[in-house]
């Protein structure tokens, strides 16, 4: 079993950056997929990026790429997302989640096991 508890986020203009870190608890954490999801007010929670354990296949949605970058470091078991230009659309609550074998949708369909707390992400325009 594995906690999330992520931090990183606040209240930031268009155009800036944010990195969110989701530090997990557990010698196991190198044994799980990671991803990083987000729920804005009225829509369903929707995934932004995924890495793989060995951090070797990553996933980004459409709207990521170019702009987030997800990474992890399986020594100080953090899993990060670096937000860069950031958007009003990006406004959501930003959720890390775990699971120890994304199995054969990969990993934008896999089925998250743990999850945490959350972060507010805030971007004015």
């Known amino acids: 079993q594995v906690q999330l508890v992520e931090s990183g986020g606040g209240l930031v203009q268009a155009g800036g950056s944010l990195r969110l870190s989701c530090a997990a608890s557990?010698?196991?954490?190198?044994?799980?997929?990671m991803g990083w999801f987000r729920q804005a007010p009225g829509k369903e929670r929707e995934i932004v990026a995924a890495i793989s354990w060995t951090g070797g296949n990553i996933y980004l949605e459409d709207s990521a790429k170019g702009r987030f970058t997800i990474s992890r470091d399986n020594v100080k078991n953090i899993l990060y997302l670096q937000m860069n230009r950031l958007q009003p659309e990006d406004t959501a609550v930003y959720y890390c989640?775990?699971?120890?074998?994304?199995?054969?949708?990969?990993?934008?369909?896999?089925?998250?096991?743990?999850w945490g707390q959350g972060t507010q992400v805030t971007v004015s325009s």
């Open positions: 557990g010698r196991t954490f190198r044994s799980y997929d």
């Open positions: 989640a775990a699971t120890p074998n994304s199995g054969t949708g990969g990993l934008k369909f896999a089925v998250y096991d743990y």
